[in-house]
């Protein structure tokens, strides 16, 4: 796991259409462009807020429980190798939201200690083939102890179309760049 610059992935941004909208004083929402888009998906149930999806947005209900564990499916079969992380808010709201519950995982302790200095930041997290273990247990965590927006992140796989935006109970939205991602993908939610 490694911080970049913003810098480093506005290639990555542009190449998949990924717009920024700010929201309020500390969020800034990113969403790829309709153009770029084939496929929109939401995982939502009752419990979380409405996903504000339009119709070209698949919506697949999921009871509470069932939704961190279709969402965390859907993160497996998304990171193949590199992924970036980007918080909606600052660092410092997802590393409140997780600390009680990432205090038993050994590398995310070790890079907790280090990254003091990015909590402020909404820099790019990196997380390499060998970090999905940290991924997913971040993300479960995140999704089950997170309470508010601010603590909801955007990933994206590198080398492939797909933006995903996760957020503590729900909504989970995806963007899709390529169809046959997009249908790989949905059977993480739909078996």
């Known amino acids: 796991m490694d911080f970049l610059s913003e810098h480093e992935i506005s290639n990555l941004l542009t190449e998949l259409g990924i717009t920024a909208t700010p929201e309020g004083d500390e969020c800034i ?10 496929a929109k998906h939401c995982l939502d149930n009752a419990d979380c807020m409405p996903c504000g999806s339009d119709d070209e947005t698949s919506c697949f209900e999921l009871a509470p429980e069932a939704l ?3 969402a965390i499916s859907a993160v497996h079969k998304i990171h ?13 709201a997802v ?7 990432m205090a038993g995982d050994e590398s995310w302790q070790e890079f907790d200690a ?6 402020n930041t909404r820099d790019p997290l990196l997380f390499e083939t060998g970090d999905q273990h940290t991924l997913v247990s971040l993300l479960t965590s995140l999704m089950n102890d997170g309470e508010t927006r601010e603590q909801g992140v955007f990933l994206m796989p590198v080398g492939a179309p797909i933006l995903v935006h996760l ?4 909504p989970v939205k995806f963007w899709f760049g390529n169809s046959a991602i997009a249908d790989e993908v949905r059977e993480a939610y739909t078996n």
Request: net charge neutral; glycine share 6%.
């Open 114 to 119: 280090s990254a003091t200095i990015k909590l």
């Open 167 to 170: 957020q503590p109970g729900g």
């Open 29 to 38: 929402l990113l969403q790829m462009d309709a153009d770029k888009a084939t």
């Open 68 to 70: 961190v564990i279709a």
């Open 95 to 101: 590393f409140d939201a997780v600390a009680f519950s």
């Open 80 to 92: 193949e190798g590199s992924t970036v992380l980007i918080p909606v808010s600052k660092w410092r």
